[in-house]
């Protein structure tokens, strides 16, 4: 196993502290020993946060695809500071799909004609910059009548009750 | 003869519509598979690279209707032509049923229109994914979208969908190789 080696889990039992399940992907990011292998995973549910976390070689199966020479180089050239910024573990999100939420500061809505209170839908599971995306009803219909999902800040939201769509 | 290949019947009137079709190209990101994908345009959000280029890597639009490019300053993105027998052959649409069994026929504005076209069961919440899926691709590939919100999510469409005679716009992200997943069944009526 080498390094920038991709790899896939293929056991979750002991590795579930990090979120990190069974046909997971990672990087090999360093070669401790033998036995274990420092492995870089990025979370599924939110774009850009990782864990560094050591797994058994004998968990672990190389995959035949490969990183692009230009990102190996990129990463090479970064991985002390990107080994650095790792986080322990995964964070969970705050909203998941279809989730209704409430918004509780309008200042970068208000173009898409939402206030403070408004209702809506979390369209799907994945955290992008720290914004889920949100289908509002009531939001201004664009030149086409069309209403279309926003990204959100997570701050900028709470979870709603059924109740207050009604 | 390659260049027929591209005129499209694209409008109810009978007009046609010549579709050049292009591919949005950010260097170093493979199509596939998409587990390799999304681990490059993690590490290229991590060096600053543009979320935005890097979600529209790899996708399919008619040169008519596509995204502003150069997206940006220094942007390295490129389009790569190709034929519309490539974007026929790889168009898939994906609809998740929770589209309909929770959010359509429960959020209450949704609701109300659903059922008044006599969708509520999950039979129905079958038939709409089906029929959905369906209506998107023959639309798309004939070049019949809008662009609506790109962020660094994607590239959202407006597609005009048709149930009974009632005709609207349903939402859609568009993703690598003529890939379309639906994010709003109802988006409005069309105009």
């Known amino acids: 196993m080498n390094i920038l080696d991709l790899v896939q889990v293929k056991n979750d039992k002991s590795y579930r502290q990090f979120g990190i399940f069974d046909g997971m992907r990672g990087v090999v990011v360093d070669k401790n020993d033998t036995t274990e292998i420092d492995v870089l995973f990025f979370n599924p549910a939110k774009i850009g946060e990782y864990v560094v976390a050591k797994i058994s070689r004998d968990d672990l199966i190389v995959e035949k695809e490969e990183l692009p020479q230009k990102a190996k180089q990129e990463i090479l050239s970064q991985l002390d500071w990107i080994i650095k910024n790792a986080h322990a573990e995964f964070s969970q999100n705050k909203f998941k799909a279809y989730d209704n939420v409430q918004l509780v500061n309008d200042d970068k809505y208000k173009q898409y004609g939402l206030a403070v209170g408004d209702v809506g839908t979390v369209v799907d599971d994945v955290v992008v910059k720290d914004c889920v995306l949100v289908q509002f009803d009531n939001a201004k219909p664009d030149e086409d009548g069309f209403v279309d999902c926003i990204s959100v800040n997570i701050n900028d939201l709470i979870k709603a009750s059924k109740i207050d769509i009604s | ?191």
């Open chain 2, 1 to 191: 003869m390659a260049i027929f290949n591209n005129i499209i019947l694209a409008a109810d009137d009978d007009n046609i519509i010549y579709n050049e079709w292009i591919e949005w190209n950010h260097f170093g990101i493979p199509n596939k598979p998409e587990w390799l994908r999304i681990i490059l345009r993690n590490f290229y959000a991590l060096f600053g690279h543009c979320l935005i280029c890097t979600a529209l890597d790899g996708c399919y639009f008619v040169t008519r209707i596509m995204p502003e490019l150069p997206q940006h300053k220094n942007c390295h993105c490129k389009k790569l032509y190709i034929g519309f027998e490539k974007v026929k052959h790889n168009a898939k649409a994906a609809c998740d049923i929770e589209k309909f069994t929770k959010y359509a026929f429960i959020d209450s504005n949704k609701k109300k229109l659903f059922n008044s076209w006599g969708y509520s069961s999950v039979e129905d919440a079958f038939y709409l994914q089906r029929e959905y899926c369906k209506q998107a691709i023959s639309q798309y590939v004939k070049g019949n979208y809008k662009l609506k919100n790109l962020d660094n999510r994607g590239q959202r469409l407006a597609i005009p969908t048709c149930l009974g005679s009632k005709w609207f716009y349903s939402g859609w992200m568009l993703c690598p190789e003529g890939k379309l997943k639906n994010a709003t069944p109802f988006g409005g009526w069309i105009k």
